[in-house]
């Protein structure tokens, strides 16, 4: 394990639980958290898998099976949860809406009214598992490419990318540019070029160019990479729609995972922060964080709007809402994920032995 990567687990799903405590005023914590797990998602299997790969002992049945048994009893919760809150404001879906969230393909759909609805987070799972399905053949094709046919290639998806983001219309940019799987597996590739690029010879020089670096040189390269970041989310709103919603942190985040996973055991001072127990706890229940703290704002804001209770501090609203959710995926992830997907899985290999 990464553990710098670990704990930045859960900063940046905690950019995408304050996009959505705070409404739409802060549309960029939700888009970065997004672009960030698509992003380290891709190098993390590929961390994970390479050496399977190289025997010729993965299995990408088997991955998948265990990424859905892990996910999808929570999706199935929290949307039931949801459901029954919108029921109760007399709100609705059509079946096809519904079915296709049951079904985890509403991305593939280019309308809003499909991709977040209900618990809206679960787009993330379609887009997730489909990237799932075509790793073996995404990590085989790019880390056997050659430097020149990596060149053009890439130069050639930017390209493509660059003409689809041109002509998509307005209403279309969110389900398209924004959620759509096709789309999206752009980042899943960069995850898995930023593991290339983790396992060649230029980045042993950099690992062994940053043991010897005083710590002080180390901490201030964390702080650039640090600023980047803000000076990113302070340009945001000026940025085109089309450019907000995935292509501008193609370029900040991938040094950002690069680096503190270079770094991890020779890092400088935000490392060692990164490093802190209860930050590496945090970031093991990043999944359940996200998957429930959308019904969690929903029903804090109701007991809020209902008592009265601290409507008038944002700030300790914000704390009390934090306590509760933190509180609530640990107990959802002891309680019910582990076991149930402890269960599917023992099921599934007795069934594979049969």
Not at 27 to 33: A, L, R, S, V, Y
Not at 55 to 80: D, E, N, W
């Amino acid at each position: 394990m990464i553990r710098s990567l670990q704990s930045l687990r859960f900063v940046f799903i905690y950019l995408v639980v304050i996009s959505h405590f705070v409404n739409r005023t802060f549309d960029f914590g939700g888009e970065c958290g997004v672009s960030f797990f698509f992003m380290l998602s891709g190098f993390v299997l590929s961390l994970a898998n390479a050496g399977r790969i190289g025997q010729g002992i993965y299995s990408t049945r088997g991955l998948f099976m265990r990424q859905l048994f892990k996910v999808y009893p929570l999706h199935i919760l929290t949307m039931a949860i949801m459901l029954v809150m919108e029921w109760r404001l007399g709100n609705g879906y059509s079946p096809m809406v519904l079915l296709t969230n049951v079904l985890l393909v509403q991305s593939w759909v280019p309308s809003d009214d499909f991709y977040f609805v209900a618990n809206g987070s679960s787009w993330f799972l379609c887009d997730i598992l489909f990237f799932y399905l075509l790793f073996r053949i995404l990590y085989s094709c790019i880390m056997t490419m050659k430097r020149k046919e990596m060149i053009i290639s890439v130069s050639a998806v930017a390209v493509v990318y660059i003409l689809i983001m041109c002509v998509v219309p307005e209403q279309l940019v969110n389900p398209i540019l924004y959620a759509n799987p096709m789309m999206r597996i752009l980042d899943f590739c960069i995850g898995i070029l930023i593991y290339r690029l983790y396992r060649s010879s230029r980045a042993h020089t950099v690992r062994d160019a940053l043991a010897l670096m005083p710590s002080w040189r180390k901490t201030m390269i964390e702080v650039m990479l640090v600023i980047s970041v803000c000076v990113l989310a302070f340009v945001y709103p000026e940025l085109p729609h089309r450019i907000r919603t995935a292509s501008c942190f193609w370029f900040v985040l991938p040094m950002v995972i690069l680096y503190f996973a270079l770094a991890d055991d020779r890092g400088g001072m935000i490392t060692q922060i990164l490093h802190d127990k209860r930050l590496l706890w945090a970031g093991t229940i990043s999944f359940e964080i996200y998957l429930i703290h959308i019904p969690v704002v929903r029903i804090t804001d109701s007991i809020v709007a209902h008592t009265g209770f601290l409507a008038d501090s944002d700030i300790a609203n914000f704390f009390a809402y934090s306590i509760v959710l933190l509180s609530l995926s640990v107990v959802t992830r002891r309680c019910f994920v582990n076991p149930l997907s402890n269960r599917m899985n023992v099921w599934y290999d007795k069934r594979k032995t049969k």
